[in-house]
């Protein structure tokens, strides 16, 4: 057998299980992030209303920071400024939580279809 034809077509196998693995992977982690997640948001309503209200503010801000080109990480970006916030409001929480917090703001602006304006106004209350 041809030495390059068994190395393109192992080459194509791992390719393609490489795919499945990376998807495998993302979709673990997204429900692991919901779980951790809901988990926190039950034990004390309040806090995590509180750091979900951060996290949506931190995800405004990186996007706006991102479109202006002013960052190049805009998680790494929005996990800083978050951990800040807090840390200003006397707030201790797992870093896991906050990055959990970002994760689901992320998610939900993507779900939403929603622009940095509405976000502002879904964060402020506002229809």
């Not at 495998?24 to 997640?37: D, M, N, R, Y």
């Amino acid at each position: 057998m041809d030495s390059t034809f068994l190395s393109a077509f192992l080459q194509n196998v791992l390719m393609s299980v490489g795919v499945v693995a990376a998807v495998s992977l993302i979709g673990v982690a997204v429900a692991w992030t919901k779980k951790l997640w809901a988990e926190a948001k039950a034990t004390n309503p309040d806090l995590f209303a509180e750091v979900e209200r951060i996290a949506i503010m931190v995800v405004d801000a990186a996007e706006q920071a991102g479109v202006t080109a002013i960052i190049e990480d805009k998680k790494e970006y929005a996990l800083d400024l978050a951990e800040k916030f807090l840390a200003l409001q006397g707030i201790v929480v797992d870093l896991d939580i906050v990055v959990a917090a970002i994760e689901a703001a992320v998610k939900n602006m993507k779900d939403d279809g929603l622009e940095m304006q509405s976000l502002k106004s879904k964060r402020l209350g506002k229809k």
